[in-house]
């Protein structure tokens, strides 16, 4: 039997939970062996404890946002939470800083495949020819992202799979390489970050690492295309979670005990790329780094590209559906995508490698990333503590154990992630968010003196459709 939604032009629900998994884990599993520079900056040769200490800490966040995404059946995710937990204007907020996470995405993944392209094919590209191949490659993944979702969540598991494979075979091969040794670990707790009122830069680098986390909130905004229980989000939100925590510990718990790695750090590979710089540089070795690259970078950024293009065009999607923007963003293509968000990602994206700085982006971009989705899931607890006192009766098929202690304990591990990375933010990154910001609050002034006024929002919630 069709679907209600596509009779009315919407979304096409037609997805199996292992591709909502896949969208999630390939969103999350990415950068491994380009930001593998920036980790071990933030958190020396401890980086492995500190991703084992992040899965335990964000754990928790996620149950309490599988709890809520079995509430809704619609995308959105934080825009609904935070719309029925406190209000529309803390909605429209908490949605504008997880999409600074989202959209900084695809512009980052593309200059990074092009780093490495350039840098393995010794091409010596300059800025604007690097920008222009991006471009390029920026265009290709917008003609992917309007065809059929069922077309778009394949490609992407065929990514994720191959960068799984390739990164696990590369620990193992690393580990029984010869050139590992535990003494080679040295101070785990080394960071080049500077303590920050007392508090050591490590930990302040372990918080940053929230970054190789986010994705899992992708689910969310795929329940709507979901042909599944939606109880079962749950082992998507998680499992996704679990997934890449077990294999970013394996993984540079492997990385961390190789020969020569400090040195490739401060001569090679303070830009990116540290693993595949020192076992070129190092090891000698000439096949494998090209492998992991291809591989890696070409295929597992790729996927998370598209798990994150595909989250928000379905954020401004719901937002359109939900009157916090035009009508006109809910329109769909014959292939059931929405047309005119995916056009409007595109041109910002095309912005976004155009002004970046060359020299320093991938800081900037980490860093606003993290800051962004750790403040969005702060703001996504606060919700869910305040959802469960206003509706008592609302009855989640993913309750968590321990009611509000829960969920705040949650909260009180988001809110402490989002402050240290404070710490941790740069001029460029604050620059960066306050332009961010200041783009949201001329939209939500608009919202506000324009739109609301003829539309109130319309969320559908476990008691129906509710205006706010």
């Known amino acids: 039997m069709e679907d209600n939604q596509n009779k009315n032009g919407g979304l096409n629900k037609s997805l199996k939970l292992i591709f909502v998994y ?7 599993f990415t950068f491994v062996n380009y930001w593998d520079s920036v980790f071990y900056g933030y958190c020396g040769t401890g980086t492995f404890l500190a991703f084992a200490l992040m899965t335990v800490a964000i754990l928790p966040i996620a149950l309490v946002y599988s709890e809520l995404a079995s509430l809704f059946h619609t995308s959105g995710g934080e825009l609904i939470y935070n719309t029925v937990g406190i209000n529309k204007h803390v909605g429209f907020l908490a949605s504008w800083l997880i999409m600074a996470a989202w959209i900084s ?47 778009l969540v394949k490609a992407q598991a065929g990514m994720l799979f191959c960068n799984i494979a390739v990164t696990i075979l590369t620990g193992f091969i690393l580990l029984f390489s010869g050139h590992w040794h535990l003494a080679n670990f040295g101070n785990i707790f080394t960071s080049t970050l500077d303590s920050v009122h007392g508090i050591p830069g490590w930990i302040i680098g372990m918080a940053l690492l929230i970054t190789p986390y986010f994705g899992f909130e992708t689910v969310p905004q795929m329940v709507e295309e979901g042909d599944f229980p939606i109880k079962s989000s749950k082992k998507a939100i998680c499992g996704s979670i679990l997934t890449c925590g077990c294999i970013y510990v394996f993984y540079y718990f492997c990385v961390a005990g190789l020969d020569g790695l400090k040195d490739v750090y401060a001569g090679f590979a303070q830009d990116g790329f540290l693993t595949i710089a020192t076992m070129q540089n190092e090891l000698g070795w ?117 009611g509000d202690a829960f969920r705040i304990f949650a909260m009180v591990i988001a809110i402490t992630i989002a ?12 620059i960066c968010f306050f332009v961010y910001l200041l783009i949201g609050g001329i939209i939500w002034l608009w919202m506000n003196l324009v739109n609301w006024k003829k539309h109130p929002v319309e969320i559908e919630t476990p008691d129906g459709i509710r205006k706010f």
């Open 22 to 28: 896949t969208v999630a884990t390939g969103s999350i």
């Open 105 to 151: 995405v695809p512009p980052a993944v593309v200059m990074a495949i092009m780093t490495w392209v350039n840098k393995t094919m010794h091409l010596n590209l300059g800025t604007w020819p690097m920008v222009g191949c991006a471009a390029i490659l920026l265009i290709l993944y917008f003609l992917m992202s309007i065809q059929n979702v069922q077309f």
């Open 419 to 430: 402050f240290f990375c404070t710490l941790g933010q740069g001029v460029d990154s604050w």
């Open 286 to 402: 000439v096949f494998w780094p090209v492998v992991v690259g291809l591989i890696s970078c070409l295929l597992g950024m790729g996927a998370s590209l598209l798990g994150f293009w595909m989250s928000t065009v379905r954020m401004l999607y719901s937002m359109a559906n939900k009157n916090f923007l035009p009508k006109i963003f809910a329109k769909v293509n014959k292939n059931k995508q929405p047309l005119l968000p995916n056009i409007f990602l595109l041109i910002l994206s095309l912005i976004f490698i155009v002004l970046q700085n060359s020299s320093d982006f991938m800081s900037a971009f980490f860093n606003l990333m993290s800051f962004g989705c750790a403040c969005a899931y702060a703001l996504t607890m606060i919700s869910a503590v305040c959802i469960h006192h206003k509706h008592p009766d609302w009855k989640s098929s993913n309750t968590v154990k321990g």
